[in-house]
């Protein structure tokens, strides 16, 4: 049987997505439902004086109005921040609490402050303006480089600082520097992104008064973690009678990880009123609501010899979490950024710091790449910047800092298992014709216009990650992944995992991965995921972690089926289990002609006996049935890597950047199917490409979000973009036995450098910032011009 | 959204009946309907006017083009006789936001509701055009009057939109990246005698750049413009653009529409 790891299967989704059969949240609908509508604060910041509902409350077809009173009052926890993270002076981080429905203070435009449901989303639409809120309003704090100067937010958060924290050696990085030829430094933002999810969040919650059970709809990434958290925390039922269930998810970027303000309320309240209640958002909801991405402020410095090698790096940034701190809020700009900041290269000594402050926005939490693609931008914004200072050609800087021994022990906290950098750069080269550029700008020169290069190389931690280590770390869970692969007795199969896929192709590529363990044919395997009743636990879908972590579980899991198949084959066949092998779903007796397929011997399993004979097939000490779990704990995290190159022309009259050409050259490891992992580059490339060139959160003084709608937030488009130019260089892991490594957040990674380099390159290496709209660039290209006057 | 009463109407004298203070017509409703949702205007009766047979269509004769108001501008992208008679109005159309949007906006709306960044006030300006309302006529000059403001009556019903056929001409749009109305948007109009450059997107509403009509009048080559410094006071500044830009742009989207004429 030919081996299905490694083609271009086709999605088992498609058929369903494609004619309009998936089935959303927003699509579930409940007998007797309600409908809820979430009252939200106009202001960035203001106290609640007073808040009114007895008008509400008369309004037609209300069922219920409910505020942070009465959430306060029944003791509903809050949301929370999963990560522990100590400051440099050893104090812990300083959270504020987080109530579901604000009770006293609002922090940002959004926090919502009461829930009115009714029988209709009409009728709840018109109560709800009918809620009267007095506010008093407070100053706003909405600027990432001034928080800390700004009024005190939360009680008792001096600064509005919630960590300072540090990662790596000052003093070893002060020696370095002190040896350095040169010094180059940079000042760069991380601009604020919005996950624009196609679906937006929605939930239904439902109440069984018999089972005492409250059954949640939600559409989040990981439906167990979501549970624990709610119940754990937010004091909604225990686990045991909670059920979160995640159906189709119409993506997620890392805006669904958490779990949100009506999540809970919701779930609570289905309860009180003994009904369902339904909520979904409305875009300008998301836009509000949904966590936010990046925002950071940085400055950088890289100490370098006169012939380019490194030999130290400084990086010290401000990092806004937005109103309060979330899930992954505090681990994104820490653990998931500090470490890959010193990039794909040897640097002795290095030291990241980060504040981390509180303003009046929306949260800000793991996007698309969480933390690697703020560290990447740092890093390869200095390189470029060193290859312009140093007059060393930009692939050839890279090129001599890069290892070329693996493992290569990176020099914060991570060792790389496996890689070849070199490789990955001379294939991009080649890809890109990096030496045919000259000519190129050339030719552009000559219709007016400038033309740039760039490149970025990168690497990222991901398939997150082993329990030990993160939880040493402050992480508040472990971070396996399970899976239970389930024979029926007529041999079809199903797998349940703990992943959640909201676009990454499961139901496809864990079924190759499992028809290739079982030698099962993969229409007869089905991937179930997304709801808490059915398979163990999980930790869901983010930081490229499904393949690596969940894919191995399931790896593991067929393994202990074939291990019994093999005892129950050779009991069947009077053989000795050690002869027994297995090979395209039969069990051979090595040197002989007897063999059972795996289809009968989990028949057999099921139905241990013969007529007429007392026999069983199973050995001592086996159980019927065939069916194994498997909790994976991953040993190491696994390291994506790769070179892009990007090309753009930009039009000096216009500000006009178009980007003409670009190569991602990647090695992620083993890959199961290359069409699923070309979706995935592409859809990473657009974010990334989205945040260099168009995508920017904007919020005014008073915190009022500028860009609340897509007349003003810029979503790339298809006609953005110029025909992906993609490649791989392939490089098992190490770590474990697929060798696969993650290819989701490569894209959104690496681009953003990428373009950037290139387009600051055309403009002679002066500085734009993210995004390089065309009012920007155009007056970087007034500035060439009169630099160029003045040098002529 | 709040309740209303829909009508549709059969022809312009009972669409012009139903009309009130608090009334919209309904065209493609790309612009009604999502105000009404975001609760930025109510109305208790809305107007369907798309099954008004007489407001719909494209009539080309020796000297005009004449274009139903209900007409979508994926119509008049798509036909063939605008695209030989004003080959850059039927690309205009087709570059009216995204297919949704084309598929079900007209350019009546479009007129009606004098966005100061739509396109198609520009091609107005710039093509002598005539706007048929079903009691007069009203020159494109007059009926422009300033941000989302006509010289349109209460109940006054676009019919038709009759534009000039010019010798040469062309539209060239910096578009907004996001909502890709125009930032500036440029319709440079040679006609026998003069030259017209109709400007949306700058200031508050579209207008006529006399200065560059005179240059342009006088040698049509882009190189009469190239250069020009415009005042800037007047023009629009927002996330998107500063005025300092706008003002730019307005003379490098001139001289591309010259230079494509
Ligand atoms: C996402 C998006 C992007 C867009 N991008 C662009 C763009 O790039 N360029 C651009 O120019 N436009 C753009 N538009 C606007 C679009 O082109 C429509 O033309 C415009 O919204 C109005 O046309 P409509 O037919 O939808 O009018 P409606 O929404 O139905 O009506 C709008 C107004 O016009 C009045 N009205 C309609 N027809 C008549 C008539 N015959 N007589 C008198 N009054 C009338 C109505 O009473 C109402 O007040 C965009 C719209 C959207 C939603």
């Not at chain 2, 479009?110 to 960044?117: G, K, L, M, V």
Request: proline letters at 4%; one cysteine or more; charged letters at 25%.
């Amino acid at each position: 049987m030919a081996s299905l790891v490694g083609s271009r299967v086709e999605r088992k989704e498609d058929k369903r997505f494609l004619t309009g059969k998936g089935r959303y949240t927003a699509d579930i609908n409940l007998v007797n439902q309600t409908y809820a509508i979430f009252v939200r604060s106009p202001h960035a910041r203001a106290s609640i004086k007073k808040l009114n509902i007895d008008k509400a409350l008369k309004s037609s077809g209300v069922v219920s109005i409910l505020t942070g009173k009465e959430i306060a009052d029944e003791k509903i926890g809050g949301l929370i921040a999963g990560w522990a993270i100590r400051s440099e002076d050893g104090t812990e981080m300083k959270c504020p609490g987080n109530p579901p429905l604000a009770k006293d203070n609002v922090n940002f435009v959004g926090d919502p402050v009461a829930v009115v449901i009714a029988e209709s989303l009409a009728e709840a639409k018109e109560a709800a303006e009918k809620v009267e809120v007095d506010y008093k309003v407070l100053k706003a704090v909405t600027s990432t480089a001034d928080a800390m100067n700004g009024d005190t937010i939360h009680e008792g958060i001096d600064k509005n600082l919630c960590f300072d924290w540090l990662l790596g050696d000052r003093q070893k990085v002060k020696d370095a520097f002190d040896k350095a030829d040169k010094v180059i430094s940079i000042d760069i933002i991380n601009n604020r992104l919005i996950p624009n999810a196609m679906e937006p969040r929605a939930c239904v919650a439902d109440y069984n008064a018999a089972s005492e059970e409250i059954t949640l709809y939600t559409t989040s990434q990981n439906p167990h973690l979501s549970r624990l958290i709610m119940s754990a925390f937010g004091n909604v039922a225990p686990e045991h009678k909670l059920r979160v269930v995640a159906p189709d998810v119409g993506g997620g970027f890392g805006s669904k990880i958490n779990v949100y303000n009506e999540d809970i309320v919701c779930s609570w309240a289905a309860k009180k009123i003994n009904r369902a209640i339904k909520w979904v958002a409305e875009r300008s909801e998301s836009f509000l609501t949904d966590i936010h991405g990046r925002d950071h402020v940085t400055h950088a410095e890289l100490a370098v010899t006169k012939d380019g090698k490194f030999l130290g790096f400084k990086n010290e940034t401000i990092a806004n979490l937005g109103a309060y701190a979330r899930v992954f809020g505090t681990v994104t700009p820490t653990y998931l950024f500090g470490p890959c900041a010193t990039g794909v290269y040897e640097i002795p000594a290095a030291y990241t710091n980060v504040k981390a402050v509180y303003t009046n926005t929306a949260p800000v939490d793991a996007y698309r790449g969480a933390g690697r693609p703020e560290a990447t931008y740092t890093i390869e914004r200095l390189v470029e910047k060193a290859s312009m200072e140093l007059g060393i050609d930009k692939t050839e800087l890279r090129i001599k800092n890069f290892p070329t021994a693996f493992p290569f022990k990176q020099t914060l906290v991570h060792t790389v298992d496996s890689g070849d950098y070199v490789a990955g750069m001379e294939k991009a080269k080649q890809m890109a014709d990096y030496k045919g550029f000259e000519a190129r700008r050339k030719e552009s020169e000559g219709k007016g216009k400038l033309r740039g290069i760039g490149v970025t190389s990168y690497f990222e931690a991901c398939g997150i990650a082993p329990s030990a280590a993160v939880m040493s770390l402050g992480c508040g869970v472990g971070l396996w992944e399970s899976a239970e692969v389930r024979f029926n007795p007529t041999g079809q199969v199903t797998v349940y995992t703990g992943s959640h896929s909201h676009g990454q192709s499961h139901q496809t590529t864990f079924a190759q991965i499992a028809a290739d363990e079982l030698g099962v044919p993969i229409e007869n395997i089905d991937v179930v995921h997304g709801d808490t009743d059915k398979g163990t636990f999980g930790m869901g879908t983010y930081g490229s972690r499904s393949l690596a972590v969940g894919g191995i579980a399931i790896v593991n899991a067929c393994k202990k089926i074939v291990e019994k198949g093999k005892r129950v084959t050779a009991k069947m066949l009077e053989a000795n289990p050690e002869d027994v092998e297995f090979k395209d779903g039969e069990f051979i007796v090595s040197k002989s002609n007897k063999k059972k397929t795996i289809g009968e011997v989990a028949f057999a399993c099921y139905l241990p006996g013969v007529r007429d004979e007392m026999k069983s097939p199973l050995p001592e000490g086996d159980e019927p049935g065939l069916k194994e779990t498997s909790f994976y704990d991953p040993s190491n995290f696994s390291f994506p890597a790769g070179t892009h190159i990007a090309e753009v022309e930009i039009d000096p009259e216009t500000g006009h950047v178009k980007l003409e050409k670009y190569t991602a050259c990647d090695d992620f490891g083993r890959i199961i199917n290359p069409m699923v992992v070309e979706g995935q580059v592409h859809g990473g490339l657009a974010q990334g490409i989205g945040q260099a060139l168009y995508e920017n959160a904007e919020y005014d003084e008073t915190g009022q979000l500028m860009t609340g709608s897509y007349m003003d937030y810029t979503m790339p488009r298809a006609d953005n973009f110029p025909e992906f130019n993609i490649g791989y260089t392939c490089t098992h892991a190490t770590t474990n036995p697929l060798g696969v490594k993650g290819c989701g957040e490569a894209g959104a990674i690496a681009a953003p450098p990428t373009v950037m380099n290139a387009v600051i390159d055309a403009l002679g290496g002066q500085e734009v910032t993210m995004p390089a709209t065309a009012e920007k660039v155009w007056k970087a290209c007034k500035n060439l011009k009169k630099s160029n006057v003045k040098a002529a | 959204m709040k309740d209303f009463n829909y009508h549709s109407a059969k022809d312009s004298k009972e669409a012009s009946k139903l009309a009130s203070s608090s009334s919209a017509f309904l065209a493609g409703g790309m612009t009604t309907i999502p105000s009404m949702k975001l609760g930025l205007a109510t109305y208790k009766d809305l107007i369907d006017i798309k099954n008004i047979k007489k407001l719909s269509g494209i009539k080309v004769s020796g000297k005009s083009v004449t274009i139903g108001a209900a007409t979508k501008h994926v119509e008049v992208s798509n036909s063939k006789d605008v695209k030989k008679a004003i080959p850059s109005l039927s690309s205009l159309a087709e570059g009216i936001g995204d297919p949704q949007v084309r598929n079900r906006g007209t350019i009546g709306g479009s007129i009606a509701n004098n966005d100061p960044s739509a396109d198609y006030p520009s091609a107005c300006i710039a093509l002598n055009a005539t706007i048929h309302t079903n009691e007069r006529k009203i020159e494109a000059a007059k009926f422009f009057k300033g941000m989302f403001e006509t010289a349109l009556k209460k109940g006054e019903l676009i019919e038709a939109i009759e534009f000039q056929i010019p010798e040469k001409s062309s539209y060239q749009k910096h578009p907004n990246p996001a909502s890709r109305y125009a930032i500036v948007g440029v319709y440079v109009a040679k006609h026998k005698g003069d030259v017209n450059v109709a400007v949306t997107g700058a200031k508050s509403c579209v207008y006529n750049d006399k200065e560059m009509s005179k240059a342009l009048s006088g040698n049509f080559s882009s190189s009469s413009i190239d250069g020009m410094d415009l005042d800037s006071s007047e023009m629009n500044t927002d996330m998107h653009a500063s005025a300092e830009f706008r003002a730019s742009l307005v003379v490098t989207q001139a001289k591309k529409a010259v230079d494509a004429c």
